[in-house]
């Protein structure tokens, strides 16, 4: 058995995918590790270039977009390392990250993923945390919280010298013990994409596992780059995931309450972009895009949240 099985998921990213796994064999030199692509139906020449580059990487060519965690769960059952690495393509390794996340995951039997600390081009630090979703951090706001209760809602204004548990990393780079994901089980596929992370976290944390933030282990990571392509339609599909969340590991009145009060914040969030672009008359591209977005948001809740809206899957 190997010690570290990589493991990427692609769409349409050839560039920035090579960039990712070129860092991994310039930063990742001393450590037993196998690397699986698997792509979901690219037509700009990833997989060639895959096979070109890079001959020792496992490709698994999907014939369409099968989501996130459905690919992620392809390269997972077939891995032979004791842990697996899940990174974003849009993800560089920074020298030592991977065996500081391996020395600590060897020294903590009790954790069940480890994630980094992700950095923004500038080296400036990203939000690699997150908090399990919650009636609080849905409707109240996320920044507020991890001001007045900076413990119980970590994030990147605080800098952290030692791992801590957290409730949930953010999955752009994360280490997941192989041990754990044969009690806990994959990732859950009835996500397509976002949350699906957090939902794995949640349920290590229910069998026991902690999940951990690693400061010392550092990655720079480009931040949303398929997101990016269609930002109406991927907050369409992050509502499909946060609702997923609340009606399968929340409360039905957790559930039932997010589900009448989202929409309201929308609504009200979509008239206050209305009336800046007003004030700005509609100069600012910005504005313009946020009221593109809430407008497409509150008409997928009053058409009653059809699951054919949103990021198509031969799309994304």
């Known amino acids: 058995m190997v010690d570290i099985s990589f493991i990427i ?63 992620n769960n392809q390269a997972l059952s077939v891995m032979q390392g004791r842990f697996a690495v899940l990174l974003n393509s849009d993800a560089v390794l920074q020298e030592g990250a991977i065996k500081s996340l391996l020395d600590f995951m060897n020294n903590t039997p009790g954790a069940g993923i480890a994630g980094v600390q992700l950095l923004n081009e500038d080296g400036s630090r990203q939000n690699s945390i997150d908090n399990f979703p919650s009636l609080e951090t849905e409707i109240l706001n996320t920044s507020s919280l991890r001001l007045i209760f900076p413990h119980k809602y970590p994030g990147k204004g605080r800098v952290y010298h030692n791992p801590i548990v957290v409730d949930s990393v953010i999955g752009a780079c994360m280490m997941v013990r192989k041990e754990a994901m044969d009690e806990v089980g994959s990732l859950d596929e009835d996500y397509f994409i976002f949350l699906e992370e957090t939902d794995w976290c949640f349920r290590m944390y229910k069998k026991g596992w902690k999940v951990y933030h690693v400061p ?22 992050y509502y499909k995931s946060l609702y997923k969340f609340f009606r399968k590991n929340r409360c039905p009145i957790s559930y039932i309450t997010i589900r009448i009060l989202k929409p309201c914040k929308i609504f009200i969030n979509l008239l206050l972009n209305i009336l800046g672009n007003l004030i700005t008359l509609f100069q600012s591209e910005k504005l313009r895009n946020r009221l593109l977005k809430y407008h497409k948001l509150l008409m997928w809740h009053l058409l009653l949240c059809p699951d054919n809206m949103g990021i198509k899957k031969e799309l994304f």
């Open 216 to 237: 010392d282990s550092r990655v720079f990571h480009l931040s949303g780059h398929s997101k990016k392509k269609a930002p109406g339609e991927s907050q369409i599909e």
């Open 9 to 71: 998921v692609n769409w349409n990213t050839r560039d920035i995918l090579i960039d990712c796994l070129n860092s991994i064999y310039k930063t990742v030199t001393d450590i037993d590790q196998e690397i699986y692509v698997v792509d979901n139906n690219s037509t700009d020449g990833s997989q060639e270039a895959v096979k070109s580059s890079f001959p020792d990487v496992k490709l698994i060519e999907n014939k369409t977009n099968t989501g996130f965690a459905h690919a």
